[in-house]
């Protein structure tokens, strides 16, 4: 190893010894043990380069190499590599995320929490236009329902794009350029001459509406430490599942109203572009790599030291791995991950009841009830305030869980997150078997997985009855209940035999 060169002269910009941050970075870490916070946060960044889409690129032969031009020779490679990549300074570095001031952290999380909401509002606040676009085109309900189904298909293709987006270019633009794509679209949608082009407009909608719902988690984590990050993601839990439930009490009166169908579009189009002006005039970078590419871009401007560079430089983007492992990646965890596919299958049952209650609720309440369209959407407000509710109780947990990581030495473990499902699961189950044999709450069921739901849920309802509907989904919910409980007693050796599992947090916990 070579041995570190002589302090230069003042006058020499571009040397290393004026680069503080990084050189202050390597010697207080050589100093001193890296506390448990500190190797999180590497373990994060290095699994962050290891999955990525891209990669960082192989030595390319020095025959292939492309000429320096002007009669110049190759100059020297640099003598340690390592030296010149920008890192944190330490724990309580204010650059990082984690240590921003609490106001800036409420002030993003807010923007994230509202432009979430947005994108799940208009998922289902076409669902109150169902009827009037079927009389309108001519069409039968369940294609007019299509605009519902469709939109929520493009939620399930999006992460696929704007996930890998915002691991190599940061969070900020990604999210930005996906609501402001949503909003566009929908304003197509308000605009539509003919059912076709509401159908493909609500699908591309739906495209890049799906870039809160994948982003904003992963900005979450990027703010927020193992103690806090719960209460944020709560929040977003109920931004995603109390905005289908707001919009057809909202639709429906616009409908009813001299604004007709076409403003539940457009609204939700303004919403989507407020979203986009507060995005664009207050958030800011939040993804720790992109935070560090540019602050080595400042620090070469200062030193003149064009070697100078963050680890995330050195990745470069492979179309190829980007189809065949990125778009792969989610599939082949889903068969061989039992962890995955069951939550998988969990959450695909509740997200799917979700849309199924949708097409429920306007049988009970005006088909069988004789409700208007406004009226008949109001019950939907119980289901917001059962959401509230479950998002209070969860957070009424923290404190305990505080404390258990605590105790552990500040590291988490994913099963002390379950009792607030088991209680939900069990209290989910009993209100639905009660809502069979009570009258509006039966409604509250019919069968799911995925954005199909609405399709049939109008007549399972008819023709099995509301009763026997609700029993059915009383029903599948129980068989769901076993699934957080197993959790409990086999996650920690389900990880261990996972292939995707970080490696670190594995034998943390064995070591805890």
């Known amino acids: 190893m070579p041995s570190p060169s002589p302090s230069p002269s003042p006058s020499s910009a571009s040397s290393l010894s004026t680069i503080p941050t990084a050189h202050a970075s390597r010697t207080q870490t050589l100093s001193r043990p890296q506390t448990n916070i500190e190797v999180s946060r590497i373990e994060t960044l290095r699994l962050t380069h290891e999955s990525t889409v891209g990669s960082k690129a192989p030595q390319t032969p020095r025959d292939e190499w492309l000429p320096m031009g002007g009669g110049k020779e190759f100059p020297p490679l640099l003598p340690d590599p390592d030296r010149y990549v920008v890192e944190f300074t330490g724990e309580e570095d204010p650059m990082h995320p984690h ?38 085109y001519g069409i039968s309900t369940e294609v007019a329902t299509l605009g ?36 566009i679209f929908t304003v197509a949608t308000a605009t539509a001459k003919d059912v076709q082009t509401i159908m493909l407009t609500r699908f591309f909608a739906g495209l890049f509406a799906a870039s809160p719902l994948s982003i904003v988690p992963a900005a979450f984590s990027d703010i927020y430490n193992n103690r806090t990050r719960g209460i944020a993601i709560a929040m977003f839990a109920m931004a995603v599942f ?22 539940t579009m457009y609204i939700a189009a303004i919403m989507g572009f407020l979203g986009s002006a507060l995005l664009l005039l207050f958030y800011r970078e939040t993804y720790a790599p992109a935070l560090l590419m540019a602050k080595a871009a400042t620090v070469r401007r200062q030193t003149r030291n064009w070697g100078i560079h963050a680890k995330q430089d050195e990745v470069e983007i492979d179309f190829r791995e980007l189809i065949t492992v990125n778009f792969s990646r989610p599939f082949r965890m889903l068969l061989t991950e039992p962890i995955v596919f069951l939550v998988t299958l969990y959450m695909s049952f509740i997200y799917g009841l979700m849309y199924a209650l949708l097409a429920a609720y306007p049988v009970v309440f005006q088909d069988i009830h004789g409700m ?36 552990n030495n500040d590291i988490p473990i994913p099963e002390w997150r379950l009792p607030p499902a088991i209680v939900g699961g069990i209290s989910f189950t009993i209100g639905l078997f009660c809502a069979a044999s009570v009258f509006a709450a039966n409604t509250i069921l019919r069968s799911a997985v ?49 292939k995707f599992a970080p490696a670190a947090a594995v034998f943390q916990e064995k070591s805890a």
């Open 372 to 407: 208007n369209l406004g009226v008949g959407s109001l019950p939907f407000i119980g289901l917001i305030i059962g959401e509230i509710l479950g998002g209070v109780f969860v957070l009424s947990s923290q404190g305990s869980y505080t404390k258990k990581l605590r105790a």
């Open 148 to 183: 519902v189904t469709l939109y929520v298909l493009g939620f399930a293709a999006g992460p696929t794009f704007w996930a890998p987006a915002s691991e190599l270019s940061g969070r900020r633009w990604p999210i930005t350029a996906g609501v402001f794509g949503y909003s």
């Open 450 to 498: 995925g954005a199909c739901f609405p399709l049939f849920a109008r007549q399972m309802f008819v023709n099995l009855g509301v009763q026997w509907a609700g029993t059915l989904l009383g029903c599948l919910a129980a068989i769901m209940i076993p699934i957080p409980v197993g959790f409990i007693m086999f996650g920690p050796a389900l990880r261990r035999r996972s």
């Open 242 to 263: 109390v905005g289908p439930f707001a919009s057809p009490f909202t639709g429906g009166f616009i409908v009813m109203s001299y604004l007709g169908w076409r403003w």
């Open 99 to 136: 240590n921003w001031p609490i106001g800036t952290k409420i002030l993003l999380s807010g923007i994230l929490a509202y432009v979430t909401f947005t994108a799940s509002f208009a998922s289902a606040i076409f669902s109150s236009t169902v009827g009037a676009i079927s009389i309108h």
